[in-house]
């Protein structure tokens, strides 16, 4: 029996973990690296593996080593150096080959790189690849975006060595082109959005609640074991229950409160604006990152208004009722995003399939990825998971927790802005009369812009104008 063979070019963390879980899985791997002296460190360092792995001095060698059609991974920068690469492989190609962008890459460019591809009888997939390192060498999930062509090789690859959840690898083909980047750009928007939800808890819980680090550390792990769990919740207690060693202060308090962001968080953000949709959740999490970025302005205005808060004696089952319906929006504005995506480049994408290979590997896997793959599987009214019935119950209970959380972390200076856009779109939401008359009153006022009228079909302008 001949075993599936791929190539992978670019041994950086990433690239090293996926070789070495392909080798483990039965695939015959080839690999090679820009500098040579990294395959050589590779082979040395994958102890029994290194005989299921073939090294190349270069390029050339790894490509002429596979058989046809090829599979040729590239784990490099999505960005400039993707389309140099692309300049070097098109010509050593043969029609029918797949050249696969495994890293966090703008959907926009592997759409691109798609075209181009395929004026050369090439494939071109855009791999979402979730789990850092340790689901790249042990399971990661995975969303694949490209031809039906690539799929057909690349699955018997993808489902061995992904995450499984009871059996199911979490690895699909969710539609073409740059459908597979566009989703997993939606995955870290999530991730951004959930992050950032769990900091604000602790921040309520430590200072308001005036918990101490340890004790949060436990309530995180505690509702990690009921319906909050998730792979966030269980590395945020996780990381809160460590302490510096020599000083024994929590570990957490040495860390620089400056959040770093490599771009897809915001590009989720301004894809859905593009879409006309909204994703305030997700934005509002992007912002605290920025904001975050501001230290010395910050310090400022603390010297200039005072950084006082009040105390918050928050009811830790208040608090994790209003997360947890918190979390259910923050995954319906996600799905939102790629329903809208989904028609407007018509790439089919199924939620439920997108839920369900969510639910291992990934760094947003939750136990409420479950609920949510059966609430598309029930088909909720609209199509908005918000709407689902099996989210009726959390909803009702949850809000009111979460409007509580939000008005008392208001009144005491506690920033919200996850749980708070959580809380704005659930109510701008429900109404089914808004605010917009007066918007469109305006608009009419200063610019002519007319509107429609309740009680009348047609375009219309304000009593203002005659
Ligand atoms: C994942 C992560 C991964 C990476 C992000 C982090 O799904 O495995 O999302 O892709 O950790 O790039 O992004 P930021 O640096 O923007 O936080």
């Not at 968080?265 to 904001?291: D, F, H, N, P, Y």
């Amino acid at each position: 029996m001949t075993h599936p063979t791929i190539g992978l070019y670019g041994l950086g963390t990433m690239g090293a973990a996926l070789s070495l879980n392909m080798a483990d899985n039965g695939i015959q791997v080839h690999v090679a690296n820009r500098t040579a002296s990294a395959v050589l460190r590779f082979m040395e360092g994958a102890g029994p593996l290194a005989e299921k792995i073939v090294g190349h001095q270069n390029l050339e060698g790894l490509i002429s080593a596979l058989p046809q059609p090829r599979l040729l991974v590239a784990m490099i920068p999505s960005t400039a150096p993707m389309d140099s690469f692309l300049d070097d492989v098109i010509p050593q190609l043969a029609p029918g080959d797949t050249v696969i962008d495994a890293g966090n890459a703008d959907f926009h460019s592997t759409r691109r790189r798609s075209e181009r591809l395929a004026q050369h009888d090439l494939h071109f997939v855009g791999l979402g690849v979730s789990g850092g390192e340790e689901g790249a060498r042990n399971g990661p999930s995975m969303m694949m975006g490209g031809s039906e062509a690539s799929w057909s090789g690349l699955k018997q690859i993808l489902t061995r060595i992904a995450a499984t959840h009871e059996g199911d690898p979490c690895v699909d083909r969710c539609g073409p082109d740059g459908a597979g980047h566009f989703v997993k750009t939606v995955h870290n928007g999530i991730e951004y959005a959930d992050m950032q939800m769990i900091a604000e808890v602790y921040d309520l819980l430590r200072f308001g609640a005036g918990r101490d680090v340890r004790e949060v550390s436990g309530i995180l792990k505690s509702w990690n074991e009921g319906r909050l769990e998730s792979y966030l919740m269980e590395i945020s207690g996780e990381v809160l229950s460590y302490a510096d060693a020599p000083t024994n202060l929590p570990f957490i308090d040495l860390i620089m409160d400056r959040a770093g962001q490599k771009g897809t968080g915001r590009w989720t953000v301004i894809e859905a604006v593009k879409l006309g949709q909204s994703a305030t959740m997700i934005e509002a999490a992007v912002a605290a990152r920025a904001w975050s970025a501001e230290k010395p302005l910050r310090g400022m205005a603390e010297e200039t208004f005072g950084a006082d808060r009040a105390d918050l004696d928050l009811d830790v089952g208040l608090l994790e009722r209003a997360m947890l319906a918190a979390r259910v929006l923050e995954y319906a504005q996600g799905f939102r995003i790629l329903a809208a995506a989904s028609e407007e480049y018509a790439w089919n994408l199924d939620p439920k399939r997108i839920a369900e290979i969510w639910r291992a590997g990934c760094i947003i896997r939750a136990r409420l990825l479950d609920d949510i793959a059966g609430a598309f599987a029930d088909g909720p009214p609209e199509g908005q998971l918000f709407l689902a019935p099996r989210f009726g119950g959390v909803l009702m209970e949850g809000i009111p927790a979460l409007r509580e959380v939000v008005t008392r972390a208001g009144q005491a200076g506690y920033a919200t802005p996850v749980l708070s856009a959580a809380l704005t779109f659930w109510d701008v939401m429900r109404q089914g009369r808004g605010t917009a008359s007066l918007i469109q009153a305006q608009r009419d006022f200063f610019g002519r812009h007319g509107f429609e009228r309740t009680d009348q079909e047609g375009d219309f302008h304000g009593p203002w104008w005659t």
